[in-house]
């Protein structure tokens, strides 16, 4: 069953997901981000067959008729490290993971933007708070991906009662301005810790009105302090650029058949979250096995 109280999900961490549904504004804070890959996670359903929504707020309105499958993810640096990794583990299937079950086939299989790579993606929002407790194990899993993987960070914007259309906008336009990663901790600290740039109030414990939400100008403020320019972070998220990749992560996302994050994409085929593959440690388990499983061609 999709979660309908995203927010509640923060005091239910471990079913580990923010849902697409309806919210109804929740009271309760999320607790402190755990970075333990050992961190459970109870099982969750399968994701609905019907696509999440993807919001239309702050983004470029989507043509009529756009086809998703067009709809590249998000590009992949180049990682010098990558002779440094581990080789990918042989393939071995002893029934362990069931697709349907702990992971789910995406059909048609998207397009990757990493030719030659085996793309890992996490879909995410910088609001979700299943997200920033998991967020410590997606850096984790980045660290440990094999030769020819590499990761790569689609955000979701179909929560805009919680003003996640900002956010998506925040992280792709750091991406487009190169300080995506040195800042990705940082921002959900900023959303989760300080509050500054998230819709609860820290001091009063209690969601701030929608007047008082974060604005661009605000995100600005924020990455002024990681070296961006405020008026050029303003200027490149405002940007038809930005809002054509706004649109593109909304369409794969629904072609993905997201609607809870965070969920992982392995090489645009299959998909999963921390809860279907039974845990936090079973997630990056799962995660590499997938990787093993494309890399050998089944």
Same mark, same amino acid.
């Given at each position: 069953?999709?979660?309908?109280?995203?927010?509640?999900?923060a005091a239910l961490i471990g079913l580990a997901a923010c849902g697409s549904g309806n919210s109804d504004g929740g009271t309760t804070p999320p607790p402190a981000a755990s970075t333990a890959a050992s961190a459970p996670a109870a099982p969750a359903s399968a994701p609905a067959a019907t696509p999440a929504p993807a919001s239309t707020a702050n983004t470029a309105p989507a043509a009529s008729g756009s086809s998703a499958s067009a709809a590249p993810a998000p590009a992949a640096a180049a990682d010098p490290d990558d002779a440094k990794r581990p080789d990918v583990k042989p393939f071995v299937d002893e029934g362990k993971w069931v697709e349907g079950k702990q992971?789910?086939?995406? *059909? +048609? $299989? %998207? @397009?990757?933007?990493?030719?030659?790579?085996?793309e890992v993606t996490e879909v995410f929002s910088y609001g979700c708070p299943a997200c920033f407790q998991f967020h410590g194990v997606v850096d984790e899993l980045a660290k440990s991906l094999p030769k020819g993987a590499v990761m790569t960070?689609? +955000? $979701?914007?179909?929560?805009p009662d919680e003003n996640w259309p900002l956010l998506q906008?925040?992280?792709?336009? =750091? %991406?487009?301005?190169?300080? *995506?990663k040195q800042t990705h901790d940082a921002m959900f600290d900023a959303v989760f810790k300080s509050g500054e740039l998230g819709i609860f109030d820290m001091k009063t414990q209690k969601p701030k @009105?929608?007047? =008082?939400?974060?604005?661009?100008? *605000?995100?600005?403020?924020?990455?002024? %302090?990681?070296?961006?320019?405020?008026? *050029?972070?303003?200027?490149? =998220?405002?940007?038809?650029?930005i809002n054509t990749k706004m649109k593109r992560a909304d369409e794969l996302i629904r072609a993905y058949e997201v609607d809870s994050t965070p969920t992982i994409v392995v090489n645009g085929k299959y998909r999963f979250t921390p809860g279907s593959a039974g845990g936090y440690p079973q997630a990056v388990e799962l995660a590499q096995w997938l990787i093993s499983k494309e890399a050998a061609g089944k």
């Open positions: 069953m999709r979660m309908r109280l995203p927010l509640l999900c992971y789910f086939r995406i *059909d +048609p $299989a %998207q @397009p990757t933007s990493s030719p030659g790579k085996i960070y689609t +955000p $979701a914007s179909f929560r906008r925040a992280y792709l336009t =750091a %991406q487009a301005l190169g300080v *995506d @009105p929608q007047s =008082a939400w974060p604005t661009i100008d *605000d995100v600005a403020r924020f990455y002024a %302090q990681h070296g961006v320019k405020a008026e *050029d972070f303003v200027a490149t =998220a405002n940007s038809f650029t």
